[in-house]
């Protein structure tokens, strides 16, 4: 698909990418400026292995002022891009065998993390009915003696779900039952969500020592290049991942960690502006969508994608797959959107809504004329 998308702007044509996994804005400038300041002060040497101590007691300060959660500063570890910090946390405490229960639809490298720590990805699916989310009752029948872990993301990627604080309750009160299963709680995207406060199982009753989360400054602060991710777990995860991350990488990038820092205790009024904007963008995606025959989707609660389910068009036009029905809209209507295959859900399509109001409106309306097209065969 992205080969296939460069071919069609190196000829000229002008492609609409709602396939996107990053916002579209650009990095607000007081983080910036921090960053600028730290060269000149000549933050250019290697940092601690898990991040310098004031980044890391700011993150203990975000934690506390935002969710509630007391974290000491030996628990956090900084890591370069959110993703590092799943594949080390999975790294750290998953063996050969072990069994990791992953909710789909999800993120792409979960399963993959999970086999290169040797370990067994277990996939349970969860339905449109239930807005993708995994009941109580399905971790129930999940769990057997080799799980060692749940890997929840909310908001989501790609179904845009956010789990509330009654339903991660819920959860939290079958795994409090299994003391060794361990919840790695991505919440990449905790800044982008429309239905209010964000809410983490580490805040259920008993859970935090149970719990890892896992965050990090690309989504939210628009910082996806500079590779800041985080993490804050129990004490002896915190102590392996470090251990790890000291063979594998060090500390992150010494510049990037001033940027981090002036994020996280900076004015935040441009992470609402463009929560704002994702929420604008949001509602119109959701409107255009209704309006295209054939194409299922609930209304996304956070994150930045709409998650539709597309499989009337199979069989239409010699279209048999998800990812074949991606490629026709890329021909067709120059709409780059991605196949849910790889989120482990085959019938389904992921458009990005990362992008300004004027292409999305566009781009479904291409969608849409395509659609019908193929309709009438
Ligand atoms: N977790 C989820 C659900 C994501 O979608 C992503 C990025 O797409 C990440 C983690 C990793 O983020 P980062 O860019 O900080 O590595």
Request: with cysteine.
């Amino acid at each position: 698909m992205l080969a296939r998308t460069q071919e069609l702007k190196d000829q000229g044509i002008d492609v609409i990418s709602l396939s996107v996994g990053e916002p579209d804005f650009n990095t607000p400038d007081n983080i910036k400026t921090a960053a600028q300041v730290a060269i000149d002060e000549n933050y250019s040497h290697y940092s601690p292995v898990a991040g310098y101590a004031d980044l890391r007691k700011a993150i203990c300060h975000k934690l506390f002022f935002e969710n509630g959660l007391r974290y000491e500063p030996q628990q956090i570890v900084c890591t370069n891009g959110g993703k590092q910090a799943v594949a080390e946390t999975l790294l750290t405490m998953v063996n050969e065998g072990d069994e990791v229960l992953i909710p789909a639809p999800y993120w792409v490298s979960y399963p993959e993390m999970v086999k290169l720590a040797e370990g067994k990805p277990v996939i349970v699916p969860t339905d449109m009915e239930h807005n993708f989310k995994l009941t109580p009752e399905q971790l129930k029948e999940a769990i057997t003696s080799r799980t060692v872990a749940l890997i929840l993301c909310s908001p989501s990627n790609p179904t845009g779900a956010v789990y509330s604080k009654e339903e991660l309750e819920a959860l939290a009160e079958v795994l409090k039952r299994y003391p060794r299963v361990m919840v790695l709680s991505d919440e990449i995207y905790e800044h982008i969500n429309y239905i209010g406060q964000h809410a983490s199982i580490a805040q259920c009753d008993g859970m935090k020592e149970q719990t890892v989360v896992l965050n990090g400054v690309s989504k939210g602060y628009a910082m996806t290049g500079w590779r800041l991710g985080w993490l804050a777990a129990p004490e002896w995860i915190a102590k392996g991942v470090s251990k790890l991350q000291g063979q594998f990488s060090s500390g992150p990038c010494s510049v990037t960690q001033r940027a981090a820092l002036e994020a996280y205790v900076g004015p935040q009024d441009s992470v609402q502006a463009m929560q704002k904007q994702f929420e604008k963008r949001r509602n119109l995606i959701y409107e255009l969508v209704q309006k295209i025959p054939g194409l299922k989707a609930n209304e996304p609660e956070g994150a930045f994608y709409l998650w539709c389910e597309c499989s009337h068009y199979f069989g239409k036009g010699g279209i048999t797959t998800a990812d074949e029905l991606a490629m026709y809209l890329l021909q067709e209507a120059h709409v780059a959107c991605v196949a849910g295959t790889g989120f482990g859900a085959p019938k389904y399509l992921r458009f990005s809504y990362a992008n300004s109001e004027r292409n999305i409106e566009e781009g479904m309306n291409r969608v849409k004329a395509a659609l019908a097209k193929l309709k009438k065969q």
